[in-house]
């Protein structure tokens, strides 16, 4: 569930910033925003790496259970609970806020400027600049007490360990608000239109407040309460009572998060990458995915405790298969800009319909492949 974390969270705050009337450049960034915050709670990870390294060296056995027999006692506690994800949503928008305070930027989710030329506007006034500057001191203020009581908490029901995690995903939270928010200054600088601190703030907060239900399937689910209240869900949400039933149900909740994503990307590019789209990237190669039936018997039967053989043989057939797509993709369209240009320099919109087509057979290849899967596995 790694990746379907980030195509969910794209999906969901891409096209939201399209419904709302944000151009394509801004659905773009604000859909990447999101995904880089589904991404950041997993980054507990490393903590529970270095744990499980800890366990080894003292005697703990080397393999997948083992592994995350340790892990989960770390992984998923700290980071994932949704008291986390708003208190990481609020330290996001303030940095965002201090860095655009920073640069002098105040603008909003596509608002036009009041101006045709560089002095057509008056500079505002200090007082003026010290009434806009009191909603971006009070955010600061309110992410600064709201990180701190988290932390005190934390200390209070689980101890020093988890304080440390918690803060530093916090400052790691910190640190990629302030490189989007300037970012996103850059980008837009001179535009007419821009990316507010309030929408920054919501994209960030759709990854971060998703998260932790895409961890529902797998061990044991997130304490979404952590650390003011019980946990709500002290089992996993368990799709069948066959072990790789199951998996396989998991597998397809994933690969459709990915689908979401890419056709919010297809949907929201739709404009300026008229060359290639999602029924037309499809191609003929995908149907290589139904090869992978006979895994159902050659392979031991996977499930959750071990999917890896599941995921260590289904996922890089359909990445060749994406790749093999991908290069052919890219040299017909090649061959079609040299006839209608005259010239065979590779064109960005060639390069960029070439990997679409890429990403969108090996999500073919991948979906046939566990369809296929399945349905021998039905029949055994």
Do not use: K
């Given at each position: 569930?790694?990746?379907?974390?980030?195509?969910?969270?794209?999906?969901?705050?891409?096209?939201?910033?399209?419904?709302l009337?944000?151009?394509?450049?801004?659905?773009?960034?604000?859909?990447?925003?999101?995904?880089?915050?589904?991404?950041?709670?997993?980054?507990?990870?490393?903590?529970?790496?270095?744990?499980?390294?800890?366990a080894?060296a003292?005697?703990?056995?080397?393999?997948?259970?083992?592994f995350w027999?340790?892990?989960?006692g770390?992984?998923r506690?700290?980071?994932?609970?949704?008291?986390?994800?708003?208190?990481?949503?609020?330290?996001?928008?303030?940095?965002?806020?201090?860095?655009?305070?920073?640069?002098?930027?105040?603008?909003?989710?596509?608002?036009?400027?009041?101006?045709?030329g560089?002095?057509?506007?008056e500079p505002?006034?200090?007082?003026?600049?010290?009434?806009?500057?009191?909603?971006?001191?009070?955010?600061v203020?309110?992410?600064v007490?709201?990180?701190?009581?988290?932390?005190a908490?934390?200390?209070?029901?689980?101890?020093?360990?988890?304080?440390?995690?918690?803060?530093?995903f916090?400052?790691?939270?910190?640190?990629?608000?302030?490189?989007?928010?300037?970012?996103?200054?850059?980008?837009f600088?001179?535009d007419?239109?821009?990316l507010?601190?309030?929408?920054?703030?919501?994209?960030?907060g759709?990854?971060?407040?998703?998260?932790?239900?895409?961890?529902?399937?797998?061990?044991?689910p997130?304490?979404l309460?952590?650390?003011?209240?019980?946990?709500?869900?002290?089992?996993?949400?368990?799709?069948?009572t066959?072990?790789t039933?199951?998996?396989l149900?998991?597998l397809f909740?994933?690969?459709?998060?990915?689908?979401?994503?890419?056709?919010?990307?297809?949907r929201?590019?739709?404009?300026?990458?008229?060359?290639?789209?999602?029924?037309?990237?499809?191609?003929?190669?995908?149907a290589?995915g139904?090869?992978?039936?006979?895994?159902?018997?050659?392979?031991?039967?996977?499930?959750?405790?071990?999917?890896?053989?599941?995921?260590?043989?289904?996922?890089?057939?359909?990445?060749?298969?994406?790749?093999?797509?991908g290069?052919?993709?890219?040299?017909?369209?090649?061959?079609?800009?040299?006839e209608?240009?005259?010239?065979?320099?590779?064109?960005?919109p060639?390069?960029?319909?070439a990997?679409y087509?890429?990403?969108?057979?090996?999500?073919?290849?991948?979906?046939?492949?566990?369809v296929?899967y399945?349905?021998?596995?039905?029949?055994?």
């Open positions: 569930m790694f990746v379907g974390h980030e195509f969910l969270a794209f999906a969901l705050a891409g096209l939201g910033a399209h419904r009337g944000g151009d394509e450049r801004a659905s773009l960034w604000l859909g990447a925003v999101a995904a880089l915050a589904a991404l950041l709670p997993d980054l507990d990870v490393v903590y529970a790496v270095a744990t499980y390294a800890a080894v003292g005697g703990t056995p080397l393999g997948w259970e083992a027999g340790v892990a989960n770390v992984h506690v700290v980071t994932h609970p949704l008291p986390v994800g708003v208190v990481g949503t609020l330290v996001f928008g303030a940095t965002v806020v201090a860095v655009r305070r920073g640069r002098g930027t105040n603008s909003n989710l596509a608002q036009p400027t009041d101006s045709t560089p002095n057509d506007v505002p006034s200090p007082i003026a600049r010290r009434h806009s500057s009191i909603p971006a001191v009070a955010g203020a309110v992410a007490v709201a990180a701190i009581t988290l932390l908490t934390f200390y209070t029901t689980d101890g020093g360990a988890a304080t440390l995690v918690a803060a530093a916090l400052l790691v939270v910190g640190v990629v608000g302030a490189l989007a928010g300037r970012r996103t200054t850059a980008a600088a001179g007419r239109t821009s507010s601190p309030t929408a920054l703030t919501a994209a960030a759709v990854g971060f407040l998703t998260h932790p239900f895409g961890d529902v399937f797998l061990a044991a997130p304490p309460l952590s650390p003011f209240g019980p946990p709500l869900l002290t089992e996993r949400i368990v799709l069948a066959d072990p039933l199951n998996l149900g998991i909740a994933e690969v459709a998060t990915v689908w979401a994503g890419v056709a919010v990307f297809s929201v590019t739709a404009d300026r990458l008229g060359g290639v789209r999602l029924r037309g990237a499809v191609d003929a190669r995908a290589l139904v090869g992978y039936a006979p895994a159902a018997f050659l392979l031991p039967r996977p499930t959750i405790a071990d999917a890896h053989v599941l995921g260590f043989t289904i996922v890089p057939l359909a990445i060749v298969v994406a790749l093999w797509a290069r052919s993709a890219r040299a017909r369209l090649q061959r079609a800009d040299a209608a240009t005259g010239t065979a320099d590779r064109s960005a060639a390069r960029v319909d990997a087509v890429s990403v969108v057979v090996g999500l073919t290849t991948l979906t046939l492949a566990g296929a399945g349905a021998v596995y039905l029949l055994l």
